[in-house]
Nanobody, 123 residues
Framework: QVHLVESGGGLVQPGGSLRLSCTPS????????MGWYRQAPGKERELVAS???????TYADSVKGRFTISRDNAYNRIDLQMASLQPEDTAVYYC?????????????????WGQGTQVTVSS
């Protein structure tokens, strides 16, 4: 079984910063693309930022210049450093990863999600 363990999040004032982390655990063969998505109340889940195994990053236009995604391939960990946070950044943030994992004699590929962590930006 594979799980994504998330940490970080919380309540911050406008203009503040937060850091989210995500680390896969389980019988993992390799981790491909990883990223962070968010879902605000009444809205669809959207991509915030992603990073490939090779380190290529993608950002939503709304977070460019404020958020930075980084990856440590030794631990398959990703971090999302969020700065200049605004109330519109309030959402549940979810880690996502494309993972090849051991399943008996097979190595299937799966799309895994974390449980979500709340980020609230409010004064």
């Amino acid at each position: 079984q594979v799980h994504l363990v998330e940490s970080g999040g919380g309540l911050v004032q406008p203009g503040g910063s937060l850091r989210l982390s995500c680390t896969p655990s389980g019988h993992i063969y390799s981790v491909n693309d990883m990223g962070w998505y968010r879902q605000a109340p009444g809205k669809e889940r959207e991509l915030v930022a992603s990073v490939t195994e090779g380190g290529t990053t993608t950002y939503a236009d709304s977070v460019k210049g404020r958020f930075t995604i980084s990856r440590d391939n030794a631990y398959n960990r990703i971090d999302l450093q969020m700065a200049s946070l605004q109330p519109e950044d309030t959402a549940v943030y979810y880690c996502n990863a494309q993972i090849l994992y051991y399943d008996g004699s097979y190595v299937p590929r799966g799309d895994f999600w974390g449980q979500g962590t709340q980020v609230t930006v409010s004064s």
